[in-house]
């Protein structure tokens, strides 16, 4: 349910000095919530599937404070992040406004990334990234992004969807090890010291 980040430059996985690139945790909101890194305002309060939920309870109470009715608060069990899609893609003003809220948090961080790397494209992956949810996310985000992003010079970076969908998280975790694998056996290393 978390945000992750994965760099591929020149062909090559980018790990970092340390081995860590946690694309959830740069700051899209300054002085924003509060995450359990330490930190205020990371994309991961907003973007994740937790932080969806967060601001669609958000939005619920404000929604009970005005007396404006909402079909968020009328699922049984604890509200999920699909539900919060579904709702959207059913016409839940309310519903949609968080999607809304959640695209301009991710289009911030997009661009924050599209301004220090200057990708060919970025790939959106997971549950939300597939179907009509996908569908919701990409036009949203898209639109968030033309708002926000600067008009002095092109954006030539696209957006997409994965093609591997909520597997993208592994596809990835087996392509990094194998990467890994032929980066220790070129260096001389046999499997037995991995």
């Known amino acids: 349910t978390g945000v992750g980040a994965g760099l591929i430059l020149g062909g090559n996985l980018v790990s970092g000095a340390t081995g860590t690139i946690e694309g959830g945790h740069h700051i899209v909101c300054q002085g924003g919530k509060p995450c359990p890194c330490g930190q205020r305002g990371c994309m991961e309060q907003y973007c994740s599937a937790t932080g969806v939920v967060g601001l669609a309870k958000d939005a619920m109470e404000r929604c009970k404070e005005c007396g404006t009715a909402t079909s968020l608060s009328k699922h049984d069990g604890p ?3 699909k539900q ?3 709702d959207a893609l059913s016409g839940d003003e309310t519903a949609l406004g968080v999607v809304k809220e959640m695209c301009h ?3 911030v961080g997009c661009i924050n990334f599209m301004r220090i790397v200057d990708p060919a494209v970025i790939v959106l992956a997971g549950g939300v990234a597939e179907g009509k949810s996908g569908s919701l996310l ?5 639109a968030e992004i033309k708002k926000e992003t600067w008009t002095c010079l092109p954006t030539p970076t ?3 969807l994965a093609s591997a969908g909520r597997q993208a998280g592994i596809v990835g975790s087996v392509a990094a090890a194998r990467m890994l694998c032929i980066k220790s056996i070129s260096e001389g290393n046999s499997f037995a010291k991995l």
Do not use: Y
Request: hydrophobic share 65%; charged share 20%; with cysteine.
């Open 79 to 81: 509200l999920t992040c």
């Open 138 to 142: 990409l036009a949203n985000l898209r």
């Open 84 to 86: 919060v899609f579904e």
């Open 105 to 107: 948090f991710l289009a």
């Open 158 to 160: 696209r957006i997409a």
